[in-house]
């Protein structure tokens, strides 16, 4: 997320809760970001885990391995069931993103949550639950 190496090294500078307003438009949909109580739980939850928290997440995700050839060798593993979930909207992860992962393991079960942006768990509970649900049954 190119926008957040600005952000990492001092949260503060902007203000916190200008940083969980930007992440309330990156993480939901259009419409979700039109639903009150979806955004003030959303904003709860960004302020509870505080500037520190979201710093820290924000160089793990800067400095995570691309794990393309894991994926590749569980393509030809059938105890391993891989599950990829997006939301159609997602601008932190694009479902460009997505479909890619899911070609480099032609096992994996790609889902998309209509409408949904990149916290589609908080936008789509029962849909993720259900795909979770799904693959998880033999």
């Known amino acids: 997320w190119p926008s957040r190496r600005g952000l990492a090294p001092a949260p503060a500078a902007a203000g916190f809760d200008a940083i969980c307003r930007d992440l309330i438009g990156a993480c939901f949909s259009p419409a979700a970001q039109a639903d009150a109580a979806l955004v003030a739980r959303?904003?709860?939850m960004f302020r509870r885990l505080g500037p520190q928290v979201f710093v820290r997440?924000?160089?793990?995700?800067?400095?995570?391995?691309?794990?393309?050839?894991?994926?590749?060798?569980?393509?030809?593993?059938?105890?391993?069931?891989?599950?990829?979930?997006c939301g159609?909207?997602?601008?932190?992860?694009?479902?460009?993103?997505?479909?890619?992962m899911a070609g480099v393991c032609p096992t994996a079960a790609l889902h998309v949550v209509p409408g949904a942006g990149h916290l589609a768990p908080f936008e789509a509970p029962q849909a993720i639950a259900g795909f979770i649900n799904a693959r998880a049954r033999p």
Not at 88 to 100: A, F, H, M, V, Y
């Open 42 to 44: 959303a904003g709860a």
């Open 88 to 100: 159609e909207l997602d601008r932190i992860t694009p479902l460009s993103w997505s479909r890619r």
């Open 57 to 85: 997440q924000s160089r793990a995700v800067m400095q995570r391995a691309d794990h393309t050839e894991t994926l590749r060798a569980l393509a030809g593993r059938a105890d391993v069931h891989v599950t990829i979930a």
